[in-house]
């Protein structure tokens, strides 16, 4: 079947929505306007105003409400608009829907999913561009994924509906028109492993969500110069999946984490610190980082695109990474 | 705003006994307090400790209104919510012992007690935090169709966070079967109310939101159980949320750590003098439904429930340090 990630996202709700009266589907302009980013469209008028429910701009009190409703014995998916936003939530995510079950000594549990845009590229400046995902999945108590390919974009929501705790799940908003094919039967997937999109010998190209495109087409580029790279999706944030990570930088015995996150305090970060402790001896370089530069991103394309990982920067870091191949 | 607003109780007042049974857990509160303050002292409670002292008119009374299937929502001065919602004293004392018996397993500590059995939420130690907590709540009672209550207690520090309005906002905007309690003891930590609030009637805030709303003298326990069985009547009778505040005082300063240097004397004495057991007492002793001896032998109980409460929290394991994780994520049903 023909479909888009948009497409995709929108048939995991319609899905869940129709599999289970406990699911519903709150946020800003998730059901008259169809969504920020066109995902529910269609979805009110299936299901009514109270399972599509728009919200009033209080980030805070319908994040809030989600986990109350969690708690209350619902499914609710929470639509924040982008991962900024949700940064007027952050107490109730943090503070509340991440420490419920263990400060409750595991009375509780908080089945709730939030979903939201994330990352940079179609010049929406500082404060719509950010790629915030890491600072959540810094935090103890929440599952954070990063859907990167139609799979996961139709897969993600429901393996996530299932789980007792809180899931937020970061889709790049590049994402919502990639255009491919999937199998009528598409369902729940995985949640615990990386994946390999691309198998290769010379490095390992570590990226998720809007850098796995980047980081695969860098690892075509690399093979016409005769340099096989590996290309792992992270899929989950956190937890991580260790083993992936490390077995590949084993085999490949380099490797280049893709983000774009800002280098500072990133994901990148913690997977190189990862690697040098569970494959030091392995590795034939340094890991290198491809990041966004410290810098709020900015509205100019040309000065946005210089802010950003790039198929061009993520190959000139492979080739360092390999000397003079 | 020093002097508490007295207004009259509504309504009929309920009978002896069961005006004894309220002084009775306001008694058990006040026990409970003055127990664990000395427990502070002694070093067997570490952390924050934010007593109720002064302010248990607002917890009993506000109990009464409410059914075993409501749900309740507090902050972190929340041991009288708790004690009063029927969480028993042991499970509270050892949970700020950090014992494995706490109704937190250790875990939460004072400001944070839960208890599902009893649909006791827990505290919230953000201030502004446990509101759209409860609007959820009320949300998913109102989309399962039950005819339940839930109860969010909230300081007047709240009123200034931005989750008070939001929640307010999206309660009544959704039709949400939801009671909000503001517990305003007239300071945000340190801070009067007169220095937080453009516009220190809170009760008053309702009207921006469409929302019913009540002031009542939170230091008479049956003015409280009146206003609050009223406000929680008509929460039942049409889902539609109310705001109810409670006008109260704490005797003692924010918490074990807070040398009270921003309150007069004379305020905490005048208010200390509508101390709110001592108010009830001389009321039940005005109409010979209190003796002497019956106020001892309350005493007595009282005494016995809080030293075994101690007793229990002393006797309590400590939770392993190898589950130190254990409670991060909810286990896999089998």
């Given at each position: 079947?023909r479909?888009?990630?948009r497409?995709a996202?929108?048939?995991?709700?319609r899905?869940a929505?129709?599999?289970?009266?406990r699911?519903?589907?709150?946020?800003?302009?998730?059901?008259?306007y169809?969504?920020a980013?066109?995902?529910?469209?269609?979805?009110?008028?299936?299901?009514g105003?109270?399972?599509?429910?728009?919200?009033?701009?209080?980030?805070?009190?319908?994040?809030?409400?989600?986990i109350?409703a969690?708690?209350?014995g619902?499914r609710?998916?929470?639509?924040?608009?982008?991962?900024n936003?949700?940064?007027?939530?952050?107490?109730q995510?943090v503070n509340?829907a991440a420490?419920?079950h263990?400060?409750s000594?595991?009375?509780?549990?908080?089945?709730?999913v939030?979903?939201?845009?994330?990352?940079?590229?179609?010049?929406?400046a500082?404060?719509h561009s950010?790629?915030?995902?890491c600072?959540y999945a810094?935090?103890p108590?929440?599952?954070?994924?990063?859907?990167?390919?139609?799979?996961?974009?139709?897969g993600?929501?429901?393996?996530?509906?299932?789980m007792p705790?809180?899931?937020?799940?970061?889709?790049?908003?590049?994402?919502?028109?990639?255009?491919?094919?999937l199998p009528?039967?598409a369902?729940?997937v995985?949640?615990?492993?990386?994946?390999?999109r691309?198998a290769?010998?010379?490095?390992?190209l570590?990226?998720?969500?809007?850098?796995?495109?980047k980081?695969?087409?860098?690892?075509?580029?690399l093979?016409?110069?005769?340099?096989?790279?590996?290309?792992?999706d992270?899929?989950?944030l956190?937890?991580?999946?260790?083993r992936?990570?490390?077995?590949?930088v084993?085999?490949?015995r380099?490797?280049?984490?893709v983000?774009?996150?800002w280098?500072?305090?990133s994901?990148?970060?913690?997977i190189?610190?990862?690697?040098?402790?569970?494959?030091?001896?392995?590795l034939?370089?340094?890991?290198?980082?491809?990041c966004?530069a410290?810098?709020?991103?900015?509205?100019?394309?040309?000065l946005?695109?210089?802010?950003?990982?790039?198929?061009?920067?993520?190959?000139?870091?492979a080739?360092t990474l390999l000397?003079?191949? | 705003?020093?002097s508490?607003?007295v207004?009259?109780?509504?309504?009929?007042?309920?009978s002896?006994?069961?005006?004894?049974d309220?002084?009775?857990?306001?008694?058990?509160?006040?026990?409970f307090?003055?127990?664990?303050?000395?427990?502070?002292?002694a070093?067997k409670i570490?952390?924050?400790?934010?007593?109720?002292?002064?302010?248990?008119?607002v917890?009993?009374?506000v109990m009464q209104?409410?059914?075993?299937?409501?749900?309740?929502?507090?902050t972190?001065?929340?041991?009288?919510q708790a004690?009063?919602?029927?969480?028993?004293?042991g499970a509270?004392?050892a949970?700020?012992?950090?014992r494995?018996?706490?109704c937190?397993?250790?875990?939460?500590?004072?400001m944070h007690?839960?208890d599902?059995?009893?649909?006791?939420?827990?505290?919230?130690?953000i201030?502004g935090?446990?509101l759209p907590?409860?609007?959820g709540?009320?949300?998913?009672?109102r989309m399962q169709?039950?005819?339940?209550?839930?109860?969010?207690?909230?300081g007047?520090?709240?009123?200034a966070?931005g989750?008070?309005?939001?929640s307010?906002?999206?309660?009544?905007?959704w039709g949400?079967?939801a009671?909000?309690?503001?517990?305003?003891?007239?300071?945000?930590?340190?801070t009067?109310?007169?220095?937080?609030?453009a516009?220190?009637d809170i009760?008053?805030?309702?009207?921006?939101?469409?929302?019913?709303?009540?002031?009542?003298?939170?230091?008479?326990?049956l003015a409280?159980?009146?206003?609050?069985?009223e406000?929680?009547?008509?929460v039942?009778?049409?889902?539609?949320?109310f705001?109810?505040?409670?006008?109260?005082?704490?005797?003692?300063?924010?918490s074990?750590?807070?040398?009270?240097?921003y309150?007069?004397?004379?305020?905490?004495d005048r208010?200390k003098?509508?101390?709110?057991?001592a108010?009830?007492?001389f009321?039940?002793?005005?109409?010979?439904?209190?003796?002497?001896?019956?106020?001892?032998?309350i005493?007595?109980?009282?005494g016995?429930e809080?030293?075994?409460?101690?007793?229990?929290?002393?006797?309590?394991?400590?939770?392993?340090?190898?589950?130190?994780?254990d409670?991060v994520?909810?286990?896999a049903?089998?």
């Amino acid at each position: 079947m023909r479909t888009t990630y948009r497409e995709a996202v929108r048939a995991a709700h319609r899905e869940a929505l129709r599999g289970d009266s406990r699911v519903f589907l709150m946020g800003e302009d998730v059901g008259r306007y169809g969504g920020a980013y066109a995902v529910s469209q269609g979805l009110l008028e299936e299901f009514g105003p109270e399972r599509v429910r728009d919200a009033p701009l209080s980030e805070s009190a319908f994040v809030g409400a989600g986990i109350g409703a969690a708690l209350g014995g619902m499914r609710p998916i929470v639509e924040v608009m982008t991962v900024n936003f949700s940064l007027l939530a952050l107490d109730q995510i943090v503070n509340n829907a991440a420490t419920l079950h263990h400060m409750s000594g595991g009375q509780l549990s908080v089945p709730l999913v939030v979903r939201m845009a994330t990352g940079a590229g179609r010049q929406l400046a500082a404060q719509h561009s950010h790629s915030l995902e890491c600072w959540y999945a810094h935090v103890p108590g929440i599952r954070v994924l990063a859907p990167a390919t139609l799979e996961d974009a139709r897969g993600m929501l429901p393996s996530a509906l299932r789980m007792p705790d809180p899931v937020l799940l970061f889709e790049h908003a590049s994402l919502y028109t990639l255009e491919g094919d999937l199998p009528d039967d598409a369902g729940a997937v995985d949640l615990d492993r990386a994946a390999i999109r691309r198998a290769g010998r010379d490095l390992t190209l570590i990226a998720y969500g809007g850098s796995v495109g980047k980081a695969l087409a860098a690892g075509a580029e690399l093979a016409r110069d005769g340099i096989s790279a590996e290309v792992i999706d992270l899929r989950t944030l956190r937890p991580l999946d260790r083993r992936t990570l490390v077995d590949s930088v084993r085999r490949t015995r380099r490797a280049v984490v893709v983000d774009e996150a800002w280098r500072t305090g990133s994901l990148a970060g913690e997977i190189s610190a990862l690697l040098m402790e569970q494959a030091f001896y392995d590795l034939d370089a340094p890991v290198a980082r491809v990041c966004s530069a410290e810098v709020p991103i900015p509205y100019a394309k040309q000065l946005e695109d210089a802010a950003l990982p790039q198929v061009s920067t993520i190959v000139s870091a492979a080739r360092t990474l390999l000397g003079s191949r | 705003m020093t002097s508490p607003e007295v207004l009259p109780a509504q309504g009929s007042r309920a009978s002896g006994g069961h005006e004894v049974d309220l002084l009775r857990t306001m008694l058990l509160i006040r026990r409970f307090e003055e127990k664990a303050a000395e427990l502070y002292s002694a070093g067997k409670i570490r952390g924050f400790l934010h007593l109720y002292i002064g302010e248990e008119a607002v917890a009993t009374g506000v109990m009464q209104a409410l059914t075993p299937d409501d749900a309740v929502v507090a902050t972190y001065r929340e041991h009288g919510q708790a004690l009063a919602r029927g969480v028993p004293a042991g499970a509270v004392m050892a949970e700020m012992f950090g014992r494995a018996n706490g109704c937190s397993r250790g875990r939460g500590g004072s400001m944070h007690l839960f208890d599902l059995s009893r649909r006791f939420y827990g505290g919230y130690a953000i201030v502004g935090g446990g509101l759209p907590v409860a609007v959820g709540l009320a949300l998913a009672d109102r989309m399962q169709q039950r005819r339940r209550v839930t109860a969010c207690f909230f300081g007047d520090g709240a009123v200034a966070e931005g989750e008070f309005h939001e929640s307010l906002n999206l309660a009544s905007l959704w039709g949400l079967p939801a009671l909000f309690l503001c517990e305003n003891n007239l300071y945000a930590m340190g801070t009067a109310l007169a220095r937080h609030q453009a516009q220190p009637d809170i009760a008053r805030k309702a009207e921006a939101y469409n929302m019913r709303s009540a002031a009542v003298d939170g230091m008479d326990v049956l003015a409280v159980e009146t206003a609050a069985r009223e406000a929680a009547e008509a929460v039942r009778q049409d889902g539609r949320p109310f705001l109810l505040e409670l006008r109260t005082y704490r005797f003692r300063a924010h918490s074990m750590y807070d040398p009270d240097l921003y309150r007069p004397r004379e305020e905490i004495d005048r208010w200390k003098a509508r101390d709110p057991i001592a108010l009830l007492c001389f009321g039940l002793e005005a109409r010979g439904a209190l003796s002497p001896e019956l106020l001892a032998a309350i005493e007595r109980e009282v005494g016995t429930e809080v030293a075994a409460a101690v007793a229990e929290a002393e006797a309590g394991a400590l939770e392993p340090v190898e589950g130190l994780t254990d409670d991060v994520h909810t286990k896999a049903s089998p």
